[in-house]
């Protein structure tokens, strides 16, 4: 199945939940809502058509300074799925309001996003509801902020932590 069949497969299946989809450099992606992205994961990894077995990755873009998102959501976050069965692969995106910075957890589907989940909130401070252990990842507890935000101060002084502090 070619991405634009991927595509069209999900636009019919989900409906309104699709906001969008776009087919960039041989990159297929569709724009769910943030009430539909579980659904939308859940049909990609069961339809026998997609079989879409593997989260890639699940990342998050911050918009805060790039040209023509200045009115809207501040986040995407990103999923990237591949069928080993059928050997394609699509992305999906959830954008994100700054001020209700969540979305529903995809652990129930794959155990990978896990982690994933935790990288996120880690370095963008987007929340992922139902996730059964949203802790830092890659910082430390004591660590203020969300380094890969856009308006992180760099020069920010961070709490030492250590037995010689």
């Known amino acids: 199945m070619d991405g634009s069949a991927i595509l069209a497969r999900l ?21 769910v809502t943030r009430e ?12 026998a058509l997609l079989r879409f077995d593997m989260l890639m990755d699940l990342t998050a873009v911050d918009y805060l300074k790039f040209p023509g998102r200045e009115d809207g959501p501040r ?41 994933f989940e935790r990288e996120v909130w880690d370095m963008f401070g987007i929340r992922f509801e139902g996730h059964p252990d949203l802790r830092r990842l890659l910082m430390y507890e004591e660590f203020v902020g969300h380094p890969l935000r856009k308006d992180y101060p760099i020069e920010r002084r961070q709490p030492l932590i250590g037995p010689n502090v």
Do not use: M
């Not at 636009?11 to 297929?28: C, I, K, Q, Y």
């Not at 001020?99 to 896990?114: E, H, K, R």
């Open 11 to 31: 636009r019919a299946r989900l409906g309104a939940r699709v906001l969008e989809t776009h087919e960039h450099h041989g990159d297929h992606t569709a724009v």
């Open 36 to 47: 539909g992205i579980v659904d939308a994961l859940g049909y990609c990894r069961d339809d």
């Open 75 to 115: 986040f995407d976050v990103v999923y990237h799925l591949y069928s080993v069965p059928h050997n394609h692969r699509v992305r999906l995106k959830v954008r994100v309001e700054q001020d209700a910075a969540s979305v529903p957890t995809a652990t129930g589907l794959w155990p990978i996003a896990n982690w």
